[in-house]
């Protein structure tokens, strides 16, 4: 320390000293701040790593690399209306899974279904899924044995998909992943509170009847009915014998008919579109917070009956034994075991059929 003291004392060699300890801070900052990085963006793209996609931008090149996991991740089209999109969604959850991939899906998807849904599956942009070469993979819609082992890294399912089969074995999972959107819940609790009015202790009972293009397309293409009058009466005098204080509350893209043909003489019937014009996802979450369900045909009201829980009643037999639906359709793959099918009725068919043979 006295050697020290004496060299300080020359100004020149304090001047000197200063700088020397400087330059040493410096550098040892410096090293400290770049392994500090170095270590982040390790730790980053390891999290990444199997997971995620990574687009670096090459400005020099005007171009995107894009740095693809070894593991691959697989997707599904998406299309038809919102209970194919749930369908496509929970069976490329659960099919992923099985396979051991990460699941991705498409962005008009992920438009479909997030502001309705709390679903937490990335969502592949475009200017990436076409930089893939795809193993495209066509489902029927029911679980057979070999899907549990497809190969292939970057697989594309395709198929209008939604049976339980897919997927029943993680029904938590599935319910968690279609959780409903707080301020649509609440939306649609008020509605129940509402009709309910002084009524205590009361049974909902969520009745959806598909009408729309099926009023044509089932009997003309695919040798079918839809859901009538007959059927809705037996349906709703099997919960009103049940259960007390019952409240049926039903959703219709007909809501016209079903005004005219559901018995409502017990006051006890209500529709979405009163006193507002219901949304999709008004209508589902209503059904979805009943305690039971009716349905008709179609995955909206199979969905319905699914998220609800409790007992639900849909219609079986709607088509006629050598109808083309039935080759891609079945009917222990759509609706679960303990569900309550009620066959059709299918004389108007019958009838039309002897009639041409008769001309």
């Not at 070469?133 to 198929?159: A, F, P, T």
């Not at 559901?262 to 009943?290: M, R, W």
Request: net charge neutral; charged share 20%; hydrophobic share 40%.
């Amino acid at each position: 320390m006295a050697l020290l003291n004496k060299s300080c004392a020359d100004p020149a060699m304090k001047v000197f000293a200063f700088l020397t300890f400087f330059y040493f801070i410096m550098t040892v900052s410096v090293m400290y701040k770049y392994q500090l990085k170095y270590h982040t963006l390790f730790k980053y793209v390891q999290s990444l790593e199997n997971t995620s996609i990574i687009l670096e931008s090459e400005a020099e090149k005007d171009s995107e690399k894009v740095v693809i996991s070894s593991k691959g991740f697989w997707t599904i089209n998406s299309i038809g209306r919102l209970g194919n999109q749930m369908g496509e969604y929970a069976t490329l959850y659960a099919l992923a899974k099985l396979n051991g991939h990460q699941a991705y899906i498409l962005p008009s998807m992920a438009n479909y279904l997030s502001p309705i849904f709390k679903i937490t599956l990335p969502t592949l942009h475009d200017s990436v899924r076409k930089k893939i070469h795809w193993k495209d993979y066509n489902l029927n819609d029911w679980m057979e044995d070999q899907y549990r082992s497809i190969q292939g890294d970057y697989v594309s399912l395709s198929g209008y998909t939604c049976s339980w089969t897919f997927y029943h074995h993680i029904h938590s999972e599935i319910l968690r992943e279609l959780t409903l959107h707080d301020f649509i819940v609440e939306e649609a609790n008020a509605f129940l509170r509402h009709i309910r009015g002084e009524r205590k202790n009361v049974t909902y009972v969520g009745v959806h009847v598909r009408r729309g293009d099926y009023v044509h397309v089932m009997p003309n293409i695919w040798k079918g009915v839809i859901a009538d009058k007959k059927y809705l009466d037996t349906a709703m005098a099997y919960f009103r014998n049940k259960y007390e204080n019952v409240v049926f509350v039903v959703t219709s893209n007909g809501m016209d008919w079903c005004k005219q043909n559901i018995n409502n003489s017990k006051g006890d019937v209500y529709f979405s579109d009163e006193p507002k014009q219901a949304t999709v996802a008004f209508d589902f979450s209503i059904l979805a917070h009943c305690n039971h369900t009716i349905m008709t045909i179609g995955t909206f009201g199979f969905w319905a009956g699914y998220l609800a829980g409790g007992e639900t009643i849909y219609l079986t037999n709607f088509t006629l034994p050598e109808s083309p639906f039935l080759k891609v359709f079945k009917y222990e793959a759509a609706y679960l075991p303990e569900w309550i099918g009620i066959p059709a009725d299918l004389s108007p068919l019958l009838h039309e059929n002897a009639s041409n043979l008769v001309h």
